[in-house]
């Protein structure tokens, strides 16, 4: 759906109930607000890429690890390797979905020794 832009079943995957939890913050209440985000978001961005790597999944709980890129309307454009939690309906049905992200530019502070040496960079969002 994200890579279309195209909503083909928002509450046919979430439950009336659900929440969505965005690694940054925002924080997304039942299926109606999840498709209303979704919509929106995509009057803003693009999202380029959402590749899943691999899953793991045990009774209503499943682990997802992805990579994701977007391109925004004002010309950022952001990748990030992630993860959700999601835990499931009995009927098959997202009932609550968390993310976790992880920058992807990632160094090591101790190759030149053993005080720190840290980058001076902004800090990703999440």
Not at 24 to 48: C, M, Q
Not at 74 to 99: H, P, Y
Not at 102 to 118: K, L, V, W
Request: glycine share 8%; proline share 2%; with cysteine.
């Amino acid at each position: 759906m994200w890579l279309r832009k195209q909503d083909m079943g928002i509450r046919d995957v979430f439950s009336d109930d659900a929440v969505y939890v965005e690694s940054w913050g925002p924080e997304y209440h039942g299926a109606a607000k999840i498709k209303l985000w979704f919509d929106e978001w995509n009057t803003r961005g693009s999202v380029r890429q959402w590749d899943i790597r691999r899953y793991f999944h045990d009774g209503d709980w499943t682990a997802v690890e992805w990579y994701f890129k977007d391109a925004m309307n004002d010309g950022r454009v952001e990748a990030f390797e992630g993860m959700s939690l999601i835990r499931w309906t009995r009927d098959g049905k997202i009932c609550f979905l968390k993310e976790f992200g992880c920058n992807e530019s990632r160094y090591d502070p101790y190759q030149n020794g053993t005080t720190p040496q840290f980058r001076e960079e902004k800090a990703m969002w999440f």
